[in-house]
């Protein structure tokens, strides 16, 4: 078995096993994916989530932080932002 198929696996057992953090847990980005449910963790970099760099590679997660990212999400209704149209040239 290969490498993804090994971690693809493992992030369905532990989403399924997955309870929501404590509001001061610390988490990585799989660990939100799988709170998340998400197939793939960049995507938790994508959204934009607050994330806090301890270094250059070492980026966690407040579940705070992430709980209040979707809770705004909730009040805007899940809406992306949308980018301001160009304005065209004269």
Request: overall charge positive.
């Amino acid at each position: 078995m290969n490498r993804r198929a090994v971690i693809a696996r493992y992030r369905v057992a532990a989403a399924a096993l997955w309870t929501p953090p404590s509001p001061d847990a610390v988490l990585t980005r799989d660990q939100v994916a799988a709170w998340l449910q998400l197939k793939d963790p960049r995507q938790v970099t994508a959204l934009g989530i607050p994330e806090l760099c301890l270094g250059r590679k070492t980026k966690r997660y407040l579940a705070k932080h992430v709980l209040a990212y979707l809770e705004s999400r909730q009040q805007t209704g899940g809406a992306h932002v949308t980018r301001p149209e160009r304005e065209e040239a004269p």
